[in-house]
Nanobody, 126 residues
Framework: VQLQASGGGLVRTRGSLRLSCAASGRTVSSRAMAWFRQAPGREREFVAVISWNGGSTEYADSVQGRSTISRDNAKNTVYLQMNSLKPEDTAVYYC????????????????????WGQGTLVTVSS
């Protein structure tokens, strides 16, 4: 499967962005999907995950209450709405598909994900 992330850009503190991740090549409707991010000089970190049917979501503490992950399985796409952005949200954001199908266990570590998009850069200016 190929994942195409988009929607990043330059935004001011307290601004909003909506990231999209469109999958092609096969359906991802049976798999959880997640967003991770990586800032310069730092390791990739978990941001948010959504179950295969959209019924469950989990967030990193750093974005909880400011972000919403959602998916449209008919469009094979997952979204990340980010509000009240802070300079520390600056990073390349990656979407990924879980290695596991039809499970409600939501995993936060990169090794649980098989396919990755190329990333979209989010820059938040102070």
């Amino acid at each position: 499967v190929q994942l195409q992330a988009s929607g990043g850009g330059l935004v001011r503190t307290r601004g909003s962005l909506r990231l999209s991740c469109a999958a092609s090549g096969r359906t991802v409707s049976s798999r959880a999907m997640a967003w991770f991010r990586q800032a310069p000089g730092r390791e990739r970190e978990f941001v948010a995950v959504i179950s295969w049917n959209g019924g469950s979501t989990e967030y990193a503490d750093s974005v909880q209450g400011r972000s919403t992950i959602s998916r449209d399985n008919a469009k094979n796409t997952v979204y990340l709405q980010m509000n009240s952005l802070k300079p520390e949200d600056t990073a390349v954001y990656y979407c990924a598909t879980s290695r596991y199908t039809y499970t409600h266990t939501l995993r936060h570590y990169p090794e649980a994900y098989a396919d990755w998009g190329q990333g979209t850069l989010v820059t938040v200016s102070s």
